[in-house]
């Protein structure tokens, strides 16, 4: 038999040893394949448990593509990060692309000091912000900001669009982000260029309007200082621009130089700010030693010692410091801000202490220069106002202000001389309670102002002045004026009133409430004749009361006034005389006035009323007068009975009436004969002149139509180097369509007229006014016999150049008519002692006519009653007849009876004398 030896059984250690070694051999194994395939193996696993992970936490996480992590570079695109609650403080809807670079291989968590650079492509990103919390930790007082821009990593962002969300105020919407920090051009390690651009951003507030901003900022970044090479910000239609230097030490200290730019801005207009600024900070405070600003025109800021509290946050009531400002221009700023013109509201400055809540204001000043005076008005104040309470800002600062208001001696004179002096006169005013709900006075005592006119003894005026502002109500405790010249009253006025509340007054001012009343009496109206340059004089007493309340958007008034026993009399020499006008205004919207007068002594009278109520006012008048002047010129007097009705609206109306002339004498040259030569001299040189037709048109207000008869009560006497006849007129004045014209005729009565060389018995001709307004037609015609021919001459056509036509029996052509009235004798023949006889006693009747002051006028002279006609006939030796009438009594050419003493050669050469009675029916 054989016997068999056991196998000896490994040690226990080795045993245990065994799993370990596998299971650190795998890890190895694993670790090994991780890092040299990491984009094969962890990254994929990554994508895939972070979803998982992170809905655990409530978000929902969505990672297209990650590699690189978790070495020196990672790549990551298409992350999706939102809260599944749909409500979170971070939101990414889309990540397109991001890239992260580190210095060294991360055996730990990476810090930002081991963050190279940044990439970021395409995202979209909502963040939101809540209220603000009070911090529960203590801060860090080691804590400081260490500024070296060479640790800072490259960043790059590219098409990011950003949403931040602020609770209860509002949001900000930035569609495209621009984004880049990156090493100086040079390739200085400790310089760094940063650019920023929004484009299409938008700031939607909670309540108010949608603004507009975009921003654009290049700055260069150095251990000591910032630069900013371009700093633009375009806030909705306004754009500032800034550029400037801000030194950086470690010791807390700077000194700054700083420019910026306004343009286009809605409120204010400022358009340069620069300056310099020595600032120093330490924990918990922050102080401005030195500060010098110029804000263009506008302003000029000078600070001393400013300093602020700075703990867990700004400490607004803790703010010390003096600061001095001043400027020449605030005309277009209250323009622009507040729509507002003043005249000239130049200098200013106002010097403030700020201590604590309180800014205390040593002294302020303020010139203004008024258009209608140059004495300059110069308010002066002192005070204090609170601005804060506590850590915050007052919602209504509290004020305290008052101070004195002087108005320098000054001098005004207006174009027609008239001077106005006033001496130094001082007020005071004060100001109390919350901004803009303050309570305040004004008052202004025995301002003496003196008018002097030329060659008149001076007017004074003494008043007082007193404004009150009581718990936001405006109100008017007095104003009263007395204007006296050597110690005689000429006019006195009183006002008082209040205009309702201006508590929280946003610019609108028709729901402020106003109830006022004013009153006015003038026992002298004499002194207005100087400022008014057409009136020589004026007489009377004037007075009126009024009265306003309800609200400035819809007013109401009420008053009366009067005016007794006034005359005027005018420069141009016409005169109102006997003069009595009262009006009245009711509160329902209605106002009426009455007038009568004395007008170049025919009375008038006329009413009017106007009714305001509707969409438009309307309006009612009536005028009524009596052998009134209507024309009064050198050359005519016409009277006339009036009565006219007006009603309609300023858009729209009617007038309608009649005017009847009662008595009128015209005086009017025609120079017939000149005529007549014109048109011999035309005939012999085979043209004609041509002239532009008269149109009696006149511009009228469109909308309005106007309808007035025109009629004479009896024939209107015309003079003339003619003669005299007589003109009736029926035609009316029609308005339409803006343009208002005559339409009707003129009726020209019988009458003589005298030629060279004949005398033509004129019979009735018509002035015809054509519908429209077109050019005056004239119609008339006048006959006489010469050297054995009846010849009759036509008139008519255009007033202005009317065809004259000449015809005769037995027929001779009109060449020779035209030479056989003018000359006495036809042309061809070789008698010249006819056509000298004829122009001499025309000639003659004219020099005596001349000589002895017998032109065309109302009275008739010697001259006028005397008649000459040569050449009726011819004698049988070539001598024309000769025919002289002197009228003794009675018309010529009116009705009734008529005396002439006449002498006659006639065709037998003899010579006649004897009476002639012309009798002509009524």
């Known amino acids: 038999m054989s016997t068999q030896t056991p196998n000896a059984r490994r040690p226990r250690w080795r045993r245990w040893l065994k799993w370990p070694l596998r299971l650190g051999a795998a890890s190895l194994l694993l670790l090994g394949t991780i890092a040299v395939f990491p984009n094969q193996t962890l990254n994929p696993a990554v994508r895939r448990i972070g979803p998982w992970a992170a809905q655990r936490f409530g978000w929902e996480l969505q990672i297209d593509r990650l590699r690189g992590a978790p070495w020196s570079r990672w790549e990551l695109e298409g992350l999706v990060l939102r809260p ?61 900001f260490a500024w070296e821009p060479e640790t800072w990593p490259r960043l790059d962002l590219d098409g990011v669009a950003l949403e931040v969300h602020w609770d209860q105020r509002g949001r900000l919407e930035v569609p495209d982000l621009r984004l880049g920090l990156q090493a100086a051009p040079n390739g200085a390690a400790s310089s760094r260029q940063a650019r920023l651009r929004t484009t299409g951003s938008r700031w939607r507030p909670q309540s108010g309007e949608e603004q507009p901003i975009d921003v654009e900022v290049e700055l260069d ?27 950086m030490t470690r010791a807390g200290q700077t000194d700054a130089q700083f420019a910026l730019r306004w343009q286009e801005l809605s409120l204010g207009a400022w358009q340069d700010l620069h300056g310099v600024a020595r600032a120093e ?103 204090h106002l609170e601005l804060f309470e506590g850590d915050q800002v007052r919602s209504q600062p509290l004020l305290n202000l008052q101070g004195p208001v002087e108005l320098a001696a000054g001098e005004w004179t207006n174009p027609q001389a008239v001077r106005m002096q006033w001496p130094t006169t001082r007020g005071a005013w004060e100001l109390r309670g919350t901004f803009p709900d303050w309570d305040g006075a004004l008052r202004w005592q025995a301002l003496s102002i003196d008018v002097s006119p030329p060659d008149q003894p001076a007017y004074t005026a003494e008043g007082n002045v007193g404004v009150r502002l009581d718990q936001g109500a405006l109100t008017l405790e007095t104003l009263r004026l007395d204007w006296t010249q050597a110690e005689q009253s000429l006019g006195r006025l009183e006002a008082s009133g209040s205009f309702g509340s201006l508590r929280g007054w946003s610019g609108d001012a028709s729901a402020v409430p106003l109830a006022w ?28 009361a009024m009265e306003g309340a309800g609200t400035f958007g819809a007013p109401t008034w009420s008053g009366s006034g009067q005016v007794q026993a006034a005359s005027l009399r005018f420069r141009d020499g016409e005169s109102w005389s006997e003069v009595e006008a009262r009006w009245t205004l009711e509160q329902a919207g209605r106002a009426e006035a009455d007038l009568t007068a004395t007008y170049g002594g025919a009375p008038v009278t ?49 007038i309608t009436g009649s005017a009847k002339v009662v008595y009128g004498r015209l005086r009017h040259q025609f120079d017939l004969s000149g005529k007549l030569l014109t048109l011999l001299e035309n005939r012999e040189r085979g043209r004609t002149e041509a002239s532009e037709p008269l149109h009696l048109q006149w511009s009228f207000p469109q909308g309005w139509t106007a309808d007035i008869d025109l009629t004479t009560a009896e024939p209107v006497p015309v003079y003339s180097d003619l003669g005299k006849t007589d003109i009736a007129l029926e035609a009316k004045v029609v308005g339409r369509s803006g343009r208002i014209y005559p339409e009707g005729s003129l009726v020209i009565g019988a009458g003589k007229v005298s030629l060279p060389g004949s005398t033509l018995a004129w019979s009735q001709g018509v002035l015809l006014f054509p519908q429209g307004g077109g050019a005056p037609q004239i119609e008339a015609s006048g006959s006489t016999r010469l050297s054995g021919h009846d010849i009759t001459l036509a008139v008519r056509g255009d007033l202005l150049q009317p065809t004259l036509e000449l015809s005769s029996v037995p027929y001779r052509p009109q060449y020779d008519l035209l030479v056989l009235l003018l000359t ?15 122009l001499s006693v025309y000639l003659a009747k004219d020099l005596l006519r001349r000589w002895l002051g017998s032109e065309p006028s ?3 002279g010697l001259l006028d009653r005397l008649e000459i006609t040569t050449g009726r006939e011819v004698s049988e030796s070539g001598l024309g007849t000769l025919e002289a009438m002197f009228r003794v009594t009675g018309e010529s050419s009116q009705e009734g009876r008529a005396l002439w003493i006449t002498a006659e050669r006639d065709r037998y050469e003899d010579m006649n004398f004897g009476l002639r009675w012309v009798l002509r029916p009524r």
Not at 222 to 238: C, F, K, L, Q, S
Not at 519 to 543: K, T, Y
């Open 858 to 860: 109302e009275e008739e």
């Open 606 to 654: 006329a009413s009017a009323s106007i009714d305001w109520n509707g969409d438009e006012p309307q309006l009612r008048a009536d005028l009524r007068s009596e052998a009134t002047p209507v024309l009064r010129t050198p050359d005519a007097r016409l009277r006339a009975d009036c009565e006219l009705h007006l009603e309609g609206t300023p858009s729209a109306g009617r």
């Open 84 to 144: 599944t609650s749909g409500e979170g403080p971070l939101r990414i809807e889309r990540l397109g692309e991001l890239h992260v670079s580190l210095h060294r291989w991360p055996w730990g968590l990476p810090s930002l000091t081991d963050v190279r650079e940044v990439w970021l492509r395409d995202a979209a990103i909502q963040v939101r912000v809540g209220g603000a919390t009070e911090a529960d930790s203590e801060p860090d007082e080691g804590a400081s």
């Open 221 to 247: 970044l150095t251990r000591d200082r910032i630069t900013i090479r371009h700093a633009e910000v375009r806030p909705g239609a306004g754009q500032v621009r800034a550029e400037g230097v801000w030194p």
């Open 824 to 838: 006495g004798s036809l042309p061809g023949g070789n008698d010249l002692s006819r056509a000298t006889q004829s």
């Open 281 to 383: 900070w330490a924990p918990g405070e922050w102080r401005l030693p030195e500060l010098q600003a110029q804000l263009g025109e506008l302003a000029t800021v000078h600070g001393e010692g400013l300093a602020m509290a700075w703990d867990e946050g700004p400490r607004w009531n803790q703010m010390q410091g003096q600061v001095v400002v001043g400027g020449a221009n605030l005309d277009e700023f209250l323009q622009q801000t507040f729509g507002v013109r003043p005249n000239d509201l130049g200098r200013y400055r106002v010097r403030a202490r700020l201590s604590g809540e309180r800014i205390e204001v040593d002294d302020a000043q303020l010139t203004w220069h008024p258009a209608a005076s140059p004495g300059p008005v110069e308010l002066q104040g002192q005070g």
């Open 517 to 544: 009343r004013a009153e006015a009496d003038c026992p002298q109206l004499f002194p207005l004749a100087h400022f008014v340059p057409s009136l020589r004089r004026i007489d009377g007493n004037a007075s009126a």
